[in-house]
């Protein structure tokens, strides 16, 4: 018996001193990770919080703000889509008060609002807009996204310019990722509310889970010091202007600061209040099939993989990105903040998310994936082949001898066709509107910008010198004759 007693004593003492050696470890090896990374894809400015079994386990902030101020656990970031999961928190919250039916159709509660069915059948419901199933596509969405709006009535405005959407899919069929789909929410709980979205926000999510550096608008974030991040120039930080849209709170431009974002963390692992045991578990889970073993959920990316399931977003707006993450099973998640973004970087903070999450799960640090921006040089390297074609056949038609005016007029005017329809064939191959490609990889498109320029200057000169010298040629012809 004595023995047990001992053996049970030496336990109680040393195993929490091995977990917290653990721990320990951990958290080294996130901070020479979080440094590397920072400084590998030259990040300006970044947050990090992670929670354990219902505590803070790490904190720490990095860099600077775009006035050049530290970056701390309080300093805003636009969180891009992470926005999502607060959206349909809220709407859960209007479930459990009974003021909205998952399976209702929109029109229910916004009669204001008119789709083109398509021929379809059936009609979109709040879980379809949940899910991104309505049938609006993701280039729609991306249409009516960015824009800048301001002040309360942003986001019925920017509904107005949705009214008449044409939809390419039965709801409820496919899963197409459209920000129409949360603005069309964020209009609904304000029609059913009385409430403006960010009102509503701050009073029913915010303010409830201590979350006092959450916002939904321009001007709250303002007030609270939020600064505009950086776009990637090659990977060099360039400060950006401010893009700050109102009404793409519901689906992208709510702010926060990773402290307030820890306890949004802290009541998904431990689900308090807001929500019953029933409806969390709806929140939570799978409700359309996206590839191999993941889904979407109300709101939530989600793995189903029994031996690795989690739920987690990312979210970027024009100048920054963001990455939350949650494991149930292991009972932990955090939320990592960045100011920094270009399309053409996504896969980096992506990696540090997974690189995160093989430490805390594994004890092991990850290579950094290595940076690679072809998506900027391609359009550069077009731009100088333009401009070295475009002088050599300048230089070719003053020196040509032989000298057909039909043939260079036609090749003017090519180039001049060429620079008009560039754009919409880059917006088509890209498969989003222009303003948001050039919101979301500036350098890229002051490339193509570049591109469609020299097109068209160099298609003007050459009809420009070619009818010169036609002239010319006249002249020299009429005094032989």
């Not at 990040?43 to 970056?71: C, D, M, T, Y």
């Not at 969390?280 to 799978?286: L, T």
């Not at 990592?336 to 270009?342: A, F, H, I």
């Not at 999450?357 to 004890?363: F, R």
Request: hydrophobic letters at 40%; glycine letters at 6%.
């Amino acid at each position: 018996m004595k023995k047990f007693i001992f053996a049970f004593v030496c336990f109680i003492l040393i195993f929490p001193i091995q977990i917290n050696a653990d721990s320990q470890e951990q958290i080294n090896l996130i901070e020479t990770y979080m440094e590397q990374a920072l400084d590998e894809y030259q990040i300006p400015g970044a947050s990090l919080a992670i929670v354990r079994e219902g505590n803070l386990l790490f904190q720490k902030s990095w860099g600077v703000q775009g006035n050049g101020k530290p970056v701390t656990e309080d300093t805003l970031f636009t969180i891009g889509s992470v926005s999502k999961p607060l959206t349909s928190l809220a709407i859960m919250r209007l479930v459990e008060k009974k003021m909205i039916d998952l399976d209702q159709e929109v029109n229910h509660y916004l009669p204001s609002f008119h789709y083109n069915l398509n021929g379809f059948d059936k009609n979109i419901t709040i879980r379809d807009l949940l899910s991104h199933t309505s049938g609006i596509s993701s280039y729609e969405g991306l249409k009516i996204a960015d824009q800048n709006l301001r002040g309360e009535k942003a986001i019925s405005e920017s509904v107005k310019k949705l009214n008449n959407v044409k939809l390419n899919y039965e709801p409820g069929s496919v899963h197409q990722y459209s920000a129409a789909n949360y603005l069309l929410l964020g209009r609904i709980i304000e029609k059913i509310t009385g409430e403006t979205f960010s009102e509503f926000m701050d009073s029913e999510i915010y303010t409830s889970l201590g979350m006092n550096r959450t916002v939904s608008t321009f001007e709250e974030a303002s007030k609270l010091g939020y600064q505009p991040g950086y776009h990637s120039f090659f990977g060099n930080p360039i400060k950006s202007k401010i893009t700050y849209d109102d009404s793409g709170a519901p689906y992208g431009y709510t702010a926060s600061s990773t402290d307030d974002m820890a306890k949004f963390l802290l009541f998904m692992l431990n689900n308090e209040d807001l929500l019953s045991k029933e409806l969390f578990n709806e929140y939570i889970s799978p409700q359309v099939h996206r590839k191999d073993e993941m889904y979407y959920g109300l709101g939530w990316r989600i793995s189903t993989d029994d031996k690795d399931p989690y739920i987690f977003h990312g979210g970027e707006t024009p100048d920054s990105r963001a990455e939350l993450f949650i494991n149930h099973k292991n009972d932990y998640g955090f939320i990592l903040l960045t100011n920094k973004n270009d399309f053409t970087e996504v896969m980096f903070t992506l990696s540090m998310r997974e690189g995160i999450k093989t430490i805390m799960e594994k004890g092991q640090m990850p290579e950094l994936v290595k940076m690679n921006y072809q998506m900027q040089w391609i359009p550069l390297l077009v731009t100088i082949l333009f401009v070295l074609c475009g002088t050599w056949s300048l230089n070719r038609l003053k020196k040509k001898t032989n000298f057909q005016y039909m043939y260079w007029n036609i090749a003017g005017f090519f180039l001049l066709i060429c620079s008009f329809v560039l754009i919409p064939i880059v917006a088509y191959l890209f498969d989003a509107p222009w303003h948001t490609i050039y919101h979301y990889s500036f350098i890229t498109a002051i490339f193509i910008l570049s591109s469609v320029g020299v097109l068209a200057i160099y298609g003007f000169l050459m009809i420009v010198m070619a009818y010169k010298r036609k002239q010319e040629m006249k002249v020299t012809n009429s005094c032989y004759t």
